[in-house]
Each structure stands twice: as C-alpha cells, then as structure tokens.
C-alpha cells in the first residue's frame, strides 16, 4: 500500500462545470502523476509534478490543469467539462527519484461528465 | 500479447494452468521494465520488474523474462488461480525524458477458469 488516496472516487457532472479531482499521499513521495483510462487507449499520462509548484505536460493534457502547493496532495482540475472527459482517472507516485522505479497507483475515480 | 485497438487480448485458463502474458517494445535503449494487474473496479497494482541486466526474475509464483534481442518480454504465472483473474500490462519508461515516465502496453485480459 502505497498510500495514495483518490477523492472523490465516482461523480457525475454536467458539461460546462468544473471539476477537480483530489490525489493524497502519505509518504513524502516526490513524484506524483494523473492518467486517464479509456478502453482502446489504455493509460495515458495527463500532467505530472516533480515537486512542490513544479508541473510538467503529459502526451493528452489539453483541457487540464494542476496544482501541487504541498508535497502530499496532486490536484487535477478540468476547467470546463466536456463528455470527451469522462473517464477513470488514477493518480500515481513514484517511490524513488531515480528514472528506473515503477509507480504505484491509486483506486482511481469515475468521472461522467453529461 | 500487446495491442493497440478497442479489444484487449485475452487469455483464458484453466485453475492450476500455468499462464503467460507476452509483452513487445520498440525501443532497444529500454532499460527497466514492469509488469502490472489491474482488477476490475481498481488501480494497476505493481507485480514485478526487471532491468535489462538481468534476463529473468522471479517473485512469488510469477517469473519475468526478457529477451533483448527481440525486445520481448513475458510474464509467467504459475498455478494460476481465480484470484488471478485480471488485466496484466508491462511498462517502460519513456527514455527521452525525466520524471520517472513510463509508456503502457493496453494489456491482456486473463481469465481464470475454475
């Protein structure tokens, strides 16, 4: 258990309004990343933090936006909703800050978005 | 195997089968690899990794192999059980650039019958 936990874990909401989906862990972790999951895509990386205040673009990032003011908590934030949103989005950190470590995830929460 | 489209692969078993899930790359600098389960309704859960030094790792009743030459990699499960029941995905970083990245395969579906 890494502890990572992901708030909320489901929700619905209405094209236009904005959402922001809550990452926290409870060891210090440095690195700290949001995916999306979509059937045919797999994961893939929306936007990942290296530090407090410091953030950087994934390969499908257009749309989001996030925040990382404490080391603990990642927040991922979707300014306006679309339905192209609606996905399961799982947070994850990294365990150490060499480039080969695997990450562990969170549960993940379902987003809809009508 | 891997695969790109709206269809996982799928594997389907019966209980006490030995299975393996088969994973490709393209890039020959990869140099660390993981494997991956993710059950329905929760994150991807870390299962092993192995870097490119070594061919072969072993865990508790799964066993990775890597073969450089023709950049595959397998995951062995043996006796496999219902619990087993899952998707499996490998994973490898993203070599050009920092943050721990890690690109994903879509995975394979495996089933357990008992």
């Known amino acids: 258990d890494a502890g990572i936990t992901q708030s909320p874990r489901h929700k619905v909401t209405e094209t236009g309004t904005p959402v922001t989906l809550r990452c926290h862990q409870t060891?210090?972790?440095?690195?700290m990343y949001w995916y999306r999951q979509d059937p045919g895509h797999g994961l893939r990386l929306i936007h990942y933090?290296?530090?407090?205040?410091?953030?950087d673009k994934g390969e499908v990032s257009d749309g989001y936006s996030v925040s990382r003011s404490k080391t603990e908590d990642f927040l991922l934030t979707l300014e306006s909703a679309t339905s192209s949103q609606t996905s399961v989005y799982f947070c994850?950190?990294?365990?150490?800050?060499?480039?080969?470590?695997?990450?562990?995830f969170g549960d993940g929460t379902r987003l809809s978005i009508l | 195997g891997e695969s790109v489209g709206l269809h996982l692969p799928t594997l389907s078993v019966q209980e006490g089968d030995n299975s393996i899930i088969n994973c490709a790359y393209s890039n020959s600098a990869s140099d660390y690899f993981i494997w991956y389960k993710q059950e329905s309704g929760k994150g991807p859960q870390f299962i092993i990794d192995?870097?490119?030094?070594?061919d072969k790792r072993q865990g508790q009743r799964v066993t990775v192999l890597l073969n450089k030459t023709v950049k595959h990699l397998s995951l062995q499960i043996a006796a496999t059980q219902p619990g087993d029941s899952a998707v499996y995905f490998c994973a490898f970083p993203e070599q050009e650039t920092s943050g721990s990245r890690l690109t994903f395969g879509e995975g394979t579906q495996l089933t357990v019958n008992p």
């Open positions: 933090s290296y530090g407090v205040k410091d953030t």
């Open positions: 060891e210090n972790h440095r690195y």
């Open positions: 994850a950190i990294s365990l150490g800050t060499g480039s080969n470590q695997p990450q562990h």
């Open positions: 192995i870097r490119s030094n070594m």
